[in-house]
C-alpha cells in the first residue's frame, strides 16, 4: 500500500470521464519488495506511529510523554 500511495501512477490510470485503474493495470505497477529484516523494522515503525497517534488521540500531551518515555527507555518501543 505504501509503495503504491507514494508513487505517481497516472500511467496506469484508463478512463477519461471518471478515470480509475483496473485489475489489469494495476497487476502491471512495479513493487519493491525489501528484505525479510528491513520489512520487519519498517513494520516496527509503523506500529509505532500508529501507537503514538492512537494514544495521542486519546490522552493528553503529558500522559503521552510519559508514557512514551517509559516505553522507550525499556526498549519497548
Not at 520489512?39 to 501507537?51: T, Y
Amino acid at each position: 500500500m505504501y509503495s503504491i500511495n507514494i508513487r505517481p501512477i497516472e500511467a496506469f490510470v484508463t478512463g477519461s470521464a471518471q478515470p480509475k485503474p483496473n485489475q489489469e493495470m494495476l497487476n502491471k505497477i512495479p513493487v519493491q519488495i525489501p528484505d525479510k529484516n528491513l520489512l520487519e523494522k519498517f513494520i516496527q515503525a509503523i506500529r509505532a506511529n500508529e501507537m503514538i497517534n492512537k494514544i495521542s488521540r486519546q490522552c493528553p500531551a503529558e500522559t503521552l510523554f510519559l508514557s512514551v518515555s517509559q516505553k522507550a527507555f525499556s526498549d519497548s518501543l
